[in-house]
């Protein structure tokens, strides 16, 4: 009796994750714990990391098979969502519930910038191919250049699930370190008087307008990029819910609730699909690179085009909007804003930044769906 | 290396075509939505004004103070008679006419956005 009491115990020891654990689940632990301090007390996009470095957390629980990867586990299921392509796109129909189109639509010039800081993605795509990895990897390697969290995602999703994990964290690491990031870019590419200039007033956008415009680009982006068209799409019901004004409740719904639903389970799949096996690689450290570059030539894009609307319009257009194209929504627009503040306390350019940075949202879905298509 | 540089100038070509065609078309829809609902405005406002003006210059008895500040006279004259046309008739004099700094936001009104502002 008591034999047999020992060695119940005993078998309880063996299976328990304390027996059974390899140096890379340590490691992975400890990453994620880094992970939920910087979501946590540094405020890094906790919406999304601290579910992230949650699940990276969970995954790497020895024994329990908690990862996205573990058939019949939790993770597993919700992690359907995200394989499946639901989650992204439904978190642009919350994001365009969210969305103020009225800037992009005053100042249509906007949607060049929002184009030029695509750039970065393409950029980072040759180097992603220079440093070895393949064309489907380096597209969803390069569309961290887009800044747009969802767009990450869906693309990772369907060109290189494997790599999802470091993708995704690189992705809203980098987003939140927006304002460190963009400043000194803007500031080398910028003379002191164009830093100056103050934009003119944005004419009123009636309200026909505003409901038109969800409608006009979901027609025109889905023709001419149909991958991009789940994105799009989406990111235009939820505008048009929100501008139409007779479905409030539904809009109340997708901003909050569903978003937030959507969040959680978004966050929590995609971090546990972040297993040692997976991450522990010098990939990881180069994707990490990478994502930093596609950053950083972003901004450059949409600073130096910002430059050459500037000379075209003779001096109109402050080039400072151009680094808000990288559509990391509304990060990069108050980034434009302080940095001009910096240099006229008068100069009030965050809407007019919004401008680029919505469009660059709708910019960063085109060139998804460029790269899925190419790289399929 | 050339696959890669393919990729990249078929997927610039494509945004910037795509988001151009959309600037175009939201130019466009601009103007149509303007055109549609500016055109009735414009033809009510100005005929209002016109019987007005001749109408309030005979009936109000107008005084005018020195010109100050170097406004010149015509200049005094024109304001005077917007200020008789907007007082509708009543009898007013017109004490001073002094040039405002222009362009130029409040102090307290620029402090009040560079305060809203400064947390982002």
């Not at chain 2, 600037?23 to 004004?49: E, F, H, N, R, Y």
Request: charged share 10%; glycine share 10%.
């Amino acid at each position: 009796m008591f034999q047999q009491f020992l060695d119940t115990v005993k078998g309880i020891i063996m299976s328990s994750g304390f027996a059974n654990c390899p140096w890379q689940n340590l490691l992975m632990i400890a990453i994620a714990c880094v992970l939920l301090y910087l979501a946590i007390v540094k405020g890094f996009e906790p919406l999304l990391l601290l579910p992230i470095a949650f699940g990276m957390l969970l995954a790497n629980i020895p024994v329990a098979n908690l990862s996205s990867h573990a058939e019949g586990s939790l993770i597993y299921y919700l992690y359907q969502g995200v394989k499946m392509g639901i989650y992204p796109p439904l978190i642009f129909l919350g994001i365009g519930c969210m969305t103020d189109f009225a800037p992009l639509i005053a100042n249509p010039k906007s949607f060049l910038l929002g184009a030029a800081a695509q750039g970065g993605i393409f950029f980072t795509f040759i180097g992603a191919t220079l440093l070895g990895f393949t064309p489907k990897q380096a597209g969803a390697i390069g569309i961290i250049g887009g800044a747009d969290g969802p767009t990450a995602i869906f693309v990772t999703s369907k060109l290189a699930p494997e790599l999802l994990g470091a993708i995704a964290i690189a992705a809203y690491s980098y987003m939140a370190l927006v304002p460190i990031i963009q400043p000194p870019i803007m500031k080398a590419l910028t003379t002191q008087k164009e830093r100056m200039v103050v934009m003119d007033t944005l004419r009123p956008v009636s309200k026909t307008e505003k409901v038109i415009f969800p409608i006009m680009v979901t027609i025109i982006v889905s023709f001419l990029v149909p991958d991009a068209a789940p994105l799009v799409g989406m990111l235009m019901l939820g505008n048009l819910m929100r501008e139409s004004g007779v479905v409030d409740r539904l809009v109340k719904t997708a901003q909050n609730e569903l978003m937030n639903i959507i969040t959680i389970f978004l966050g929590v799949s995609v971090g546990a699909t972040a297993t040692g096996d997976r991450f522990l690689s010098p990939e990881t450290l180069k994707i990490i690179a990478l994502g930093l570059i596609a950053f950083c030539v972003g901004t450059a894009c949409g600073v130096l085009l910002g430059k050459l609307m500037y000379l075209v319009t003779g001096g109109k257009i402050n080039p400072l909007i151009g680094s808000a194209g990288v559509s990391a929504v509304p990060m990069a627009a108050r980034v434009s804003q302080k940095v001009g503040q910096q240099y006229n306390p008068a100069n009030f350019l965050l809407m007019h930044a919004m401008g680029p940075n919505v469009a660059g949202v709708i910019g960063s879905a085109v060139a998804a769906g460029v790269l899925i298509n190419i790289c399929r | 290396m050339e696959f890669a540089l393919l990729v990249t100038i078929t997927g610039m070509v494509v945004v910037f075509a795509a988001l151009i065609f959309l600037t175009l078309c939201i130019w466009l829809l601009g103007k149509i939505v303007g055109g549609i609902g500016g055109g009735s405005k414009k033809d009510a406002a100005p005929a209002p004004q016109k019987p007005a003006a001749p109408a309030a210059r005979p009936a109000a008895p107008v005084q005018q103070a020195a010109a100050s500040d170097g406004v010149p006279e015509g200049v005094v004259a024109a304001i005077s008679a917007a200020v008789a046309m907007m007082m509708g008739g009543k009898p007013f004099k017109v004490k001073s006419i002094r040039r405002q700094k222009s362009g130029r936001r409040p102090a307290w009104s620029t402090a009040g956005i560079i305060e809203n502002t400064r947390p982002f």
